[in-house]
């Protein structure tokens, strides 16, 4: 199998976040894209990151959840 192949079993659309978006709205979309990372685009559509699952827990992690 290749990477093709699953990207044409799971459609072309990709879900992003702007870099204005709070935590809380990446942890909303990343459940309801059911993903565990997203994008962030700016307004212009450029790539400018990515922001995981991962970094959300360092930064529960590091600042407890006033974060939030």
């Not at 400018?48 to 970094?55: K, L």
């Amino acid at each position: 199998m290749r990477i093709a192949d699953i990207l044409r079993s799971k459609g072309s659309s990709v879900a992003t976040v702007n870099p204005t978006a709070t935590l809380a709205d990446l942890i909303g979309e990343l459940a309801k894209h059911n993903v565990g990372a997203l994008p962030v685009v700016d307004e212009d559509g450029q790539l400018v990151g990515i922001v995981s699952e991962r970094d959300v827990v360092r930064q529960l992690h590091a600042h407890g959840p006033d974060v939030m």
